[in-house]
């Protein structure tokens, strides 16, 4: 049977956190280590409730920061020191965009409310024919619930997709419920796979 959707991951894949120092100098100036903060902002209990939409991403950031000890009033620029190093793949982007003239392209995030707004705002929603946002549907990647919901956005059959996504338990979820996945690891190792399976199928 041929694909008919590909769908993305954004963290690790779509935006990557390419450049360390700014987020290690931030844990050095709260007195932590790199992995400690990067563990209180993606994975405390405060990041999994906004992630399945139980909280807001702004109540998730206060909750980061007062676990840091620190006023109200950093919030924003804890935010912004932590994602200094991030980027956004254009190219890859392109890539999509070129997709989408001959199947669909979804996106399924395990993220915190303001990510739709933000992508919006990054002026590349155009690459998607659709968003499933875990804090929008209420369910995280690896459940099964949230690969449904994505294809039935799509109204695709899961053998008619493939997901790309960087976290192994994700890409272990999508070929559960009957898709193919592509760990991603490199950009051009996962585009040169994902061309290879949409050739095969065409």
């Not at 694909?3 to 954004?10: K, N, S, T």
């Amino acid at each position: 049977m041929s694909l008919r959707a590909v769908y993305f991951d954004l963290g690790g894949v779509i935006v990557r956190t390419e450049f360390q120092a700014p987020r290690q100098h931030l844990a050095e100036r709260l007195g932590l280590e790199y992995e400690d903060i990067v563990k209180a902002v993606f994975a405390g209990e405060s990041s999994r409730r906004a992630s399945i939409g139980a909280i807001s991403e702004d109540e998730h950031w206060a909750a980061v920061v007062d676990k840091f000890h620190l006023p109200a009033s950093d919030i924003q620029s804890v935010r912004d020191d932590f994602f200094a190093g991030d980027i956004t793949d254009r190219k890859l982007l392109d890539f999509m965009r070129d997709l989408r003239k001959t199947v669909k392209v979804g996106l399924i995030s395990n993220a915190w409310s303001g990510l739709r707004p933000w992508i919006v705002s990054q002026k590349f929603e155009d690459a998607f024919d659709t968003m499933t946002i875990s804090a929008e549907v209420g369910v995280m990647k690896p459940d099964a619930r949230i690969y449904h919901l994505a294809l039935e956005s799509l109204s695709v059959r899961p053998e008619e997709a493939i997901l790309l996504d960087d976290f192994i338990e994700n890409v272990k979820g999508a070929q559960e419920v009957g898709m193919a996945a592509i760990h991603f690891v490199q950009p051009e190792l996962a585009m040169k796979e994902l061309d290879k399976l949409l050739n095969k199928t065409r």
